[in-house]
């Protein structure tokens, strides 16, 4: 399993605020089920910290930072600033808006200044705000071909390129040799590292500003790359003319997202206008959850176009214990990423059957992951991948809306 995804070790896996007045809403909040936060937060008069987790992590960014003001202004250092100073981090993160993040780390590290992981996100935000900023000079409907392994044509400062794209990366990337064919000036971030989430290893932290990346007709301006080495996967297996992935940041300037079985790639349709719930979040390091159901009941599924194989993580254990009662044995599978390759041992069930976007899913065989000192993989169900979205004719990502859809 390719597991190119990356998550920054500054923001909190586990939160530390506590508020008497919503022992319901904050188990909910520490269990990261935000689209029955949501609901319970519509059904009450909530407080504003609750609010706001809400707003934040449906892309209302702009309402959470008013909300998460009247908690920061009551108690600065108080555990519920800390975790909403952290969620503001991540949504200005995938919006490309380095500077305010730096703010916010470094707002979390005047309260908590041992919190494991914020010396070397300060590292990196503090490198990429003295850098031009993300911003977007154009966007425009566009229909792009799409090759057979789901890569697109682009032009990055001004040269041809063939570039994947994965939703589960919180930046994209390219290779060295990719940063030396586009002239790059590489970056070396001391003091800093990510953590690859698929072999749980460290990886030190490069990057290259592009000046300028045009997908379609969506025109993009200092876009930032995470430069790894050659021998990383997946370039390692990739060719020369494919040697870059746009990660969710980029995903998230289209706004709306389409592909097709047929090849079609969509950027920057019309969204939906209707009066529907959304069904997708992006909470903490930027790679978006989607809503589904198994056996009736709410589960949160991780989207990642960056993974081919779809897996149950241990959460789906806790929450379904008779499902994996049924394993037909135990067995073992490879995760590969960035920062190497990892086997576990997997437990293997016949079939699980969900529903996400509107669709039905099958997953058979269904492997299901064991817990993992290194990686946290509580906050979901399943971690969605490219085989189980194949099912679907059609897949829609809708950022204004904030809407999942299958077709």
């Known amino acids: 399993m390719v597991r190119i995804s990356l998550l920054l070790w500054c923001l909190p896996a586990v939160c530390f605020a506590a508020d008497p007045r919503g022992s319901d809403l904050q188990l909910l909040f520490e269990s990261r089920r935000w689209f029955e936060l949501r609901d319970a937060v ?74 494991g992981g914020l010396k070397s996100a300060i590292a990196l935000f503090g490198a990429l705000s003295r850098q031009p900023q ?41 290779s060295e040799a990719e940063a030396r064919r586009l002239a790059l000036t590489i970056h070396q971030v001391a003091g800093a590292a990510f953590q690859d989430t698929a072999s749980g290893n460290s990886v030190g932290i490069r990057f290259a500003n592009v000046a300028r990346l045009v997908v379609g007709e969506h025109d993009l301006r200092n876009v930032t790359f995470l430069v790894v080495p ?5 370039f390692v297996q990739l060719p020369a003319e494919k040697q870059g992935i746009i990660g969710f940041p980029v995903l998230l300037a289209f706004r709306t997202v389409r592909w097709d079985r047929g090849g079609s790639f969509q950027i920057g349709f019309r969204g939906d206008r209707s009066s529907r719930k959304p069904n997708l979040c992006v909470p903490e390091n930027s790679s978006p959850i989607v809503e589904g159901f198994h056996e009736s009941r709410r589960i949160s599924l991780l989207l990642d176009t960056g993974s081919g194989r779809t897996a149950l993580t241990p959460r789906f254990a806790k929450d379904f214990p008779g499902a994996v009662e049924q394993a037909v044995r135990k067995d073992s599978t490879q995760l590969r990423g960035l920062g190497g390759s990892t086997t576990v041992e997997v437990t293997r069930l016949p079939e699980v059957k969900f529903r996400a976007g509107d669709f039905d899913l099958v997953l058979s065989p269904a492997e299901v992951l064991p817990q993992d000192s290194k990686v946290d993989r509580s906050t979901y ?24 859809t299958l077709e």
């Not at 966007?139 to 044509?153: V, Y």
């Not at 050659?230 to 997946?234: K, Q, R, T």
């Open 134 to 174: 993300p911003a977007v000079a154009k966007r425009r409907f566009s229909r792009i071909p799409m090759s057979d392994d789901m890569f697109l044509p682009a032009s990055v400062n001004g040269k041809a390129a063939h570039y994947g794209f994965d939703s589960g990366a919180d930046l994209s990337m390219m």
């Open 230 to 234: 050659n021998d990383a996967m997946p």
């Open 381 to 404: 169900h399943v971690w969605l991948g490219m085989d189980l979205l194949g099912q679907a004719r059609r897949v829609t990502l809708d950022f204004d809306s904030m809407r999942f």
């Open 42 to 115: 519509e059904r009450t008069d909530a407080p504003p910290f609750y609010r706001g987790a809400v707003s934040c992590v449906f892309d209302n960014v702009g309402a959470a930072e008013k909300l998460f003001q009247k908690v920061i202004q009551a108690n600065p250092r108080s555990a519920q600033s800390f975790d909403a100073h952290g969620l503001l981090a991540s949504a200005h993160m995938r919006a490309g808006h380095y500077r305010q993040t730096l703010t916010h780390l470094q707002a979390m590290q005047a309260i908590h200044p041992d919190f």
